[in-house]
């Protein structure tokens, strides 16, 4: 077969990664930790041999030079796997509204590596499949698999430790995910850049990195015994100490907005009235709310009636990335 479609979920961190000990392979400087969200989905089809030239398509449009760059040493790790020369022709389409701020590179890069490899005949193990995602995207090593899942850092140079291992299923324990979109524009500094211009510069880089192995303990201790509030402790420091390292750099980085600090006291003040709600974000001012199924609707409510926020977009545990066709 030189055709198939895949479909992945994006997910999201709630032990944060920030920082790379190889670019070129995307090895990151610590593990990390996420939840696979059902909801925010990317749907991707490779044709092999359709095309002279490797094309991408998303949404029904030509991505461009920079998505396509992020999918290049996919499709060069998979050629090489299958021994194969043929160029790729790729169309992919999120469920999410593209435009609204969210990163779809982890569900993007996910989902091309499980069709990419499925067409060009190749039957891969998932640890294999995430370390080829990994080189698209670090975060795409994770959407491999679904429910709660741990990026591991590995420390061998070729990267061949360096996958996602599956912690708990999603059926294991059914938390929301809101997510508060407060600014739909695109980022100024992409993730590599910014992770590479905090580890050069900024003297917390080494603190965050030396934490996050007790927060990675802390968080799946917290999703082992299905305890939000301790979850919801580990996943905001981790959060806060991620944007407080680069704002740290030099020149300071700072991806959060006015609006994303209005929208942190929003669940701040949820959490007061005794709501149990965490928040956590991203490389972007858009801020993701984490709660059980029966706070969804105080948590919707209080959000909407922040001035701040132009839409909700729910989600929850998702799924391992699948062919559906
Ligand atoms: O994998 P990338 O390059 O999209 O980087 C993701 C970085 C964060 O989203 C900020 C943290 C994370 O662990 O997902």
């Not at 291992?165 to 929301?176: G, K, S, Y």
């Not at 939000?228 to 750099?249: N, P, T, Y």
Request: charged fraction near 20%; hydrophobic fraction near 45%; aromatic fraction near 6%.
């Amino acid at each position: 077969m030189s055709r198939s479609t895949a479909r992945a979920h994006a997910n999201i961190a709630l032990v944060k990664y920030w920082g790379k000990r190889d670019i070129a392979l995307n090895l990151p400087g610590a593990g990390s930790l996420s939840m696979t969200l059902q909801g925010l989905d990317t749907t991707t089809t490779v044709e092999w041999g359709a095309t002279p030239t490797d094309e991408l398509h998303v949404g029904g449009e030509d991505a461009g030079p920079g998505p396509l760059a992020k999918a290049l040493p996919v499709l060069d790790a998979i050629r090489a796997r299958a021994g194969m020369t043929e160029a790729a022709r790729v169309e992919s389409a999120n469920s999410f509204p593209t435009g609204a701020g969210l990163a779809s590179s982890a569900s993007g890069l996910a989902a091309l590596t499980v069709a990419a490899a499925q067409a060009a005949g190749l039957d891969l193990a998932p640890s294999e499949l995430s370390a080829i995602a990994r080189i698209g995207s670090g975060s795409a090593s994770r959407s491999i698999f679904g429910g709660y899942v741990e990026w591991l850092a590995g420390v061998e140079p070729d990267g061949s430790d360096s996958y996602a291992v599956p912690v708990f299923d999603a059926a294991h324990w059914d938390l929301r995910v809101v997510v508060a979109v407060v600014d739909a524009g695109k980022k100024a500094v992409g993730s590599t850049r910014g992770m590479e211009h905090t580890r050069q510069t900024s003297p917390y880089h080494r603190a965050y990195l030396a934490e996050v192995d007790t927060d990675l303990r802390e968080a799946k201790a917290a999703i082992a015994a299905r305890d939000l509030a301790a979850l919801g402790r580990v996943a905001e420091r981790s959060c806060l100490r991620m944007h407080a390292d680069m704002m740290a750099a030099d020149p300071a980085l700072i991806y959060l907005k006015p609006a994303s600090w209005e929208v942190i006291g929003v669940v701040r003040a949820l959490q007061e009235r005794g709501v149990a709600a965490f928040f956590t974000a991203d490389a972007g001012p858009n801020i993701k709310v984490f709660c059980l199924p029966e706070a969804v609707a105080a948590v919707r409510a209080a959000l909407l009636d922040c001035r701040v926020v132009r839409r909700l977009i729910g989600a929850a545990p998702g799924g391992p990335a699948v062919i559906v066709d």
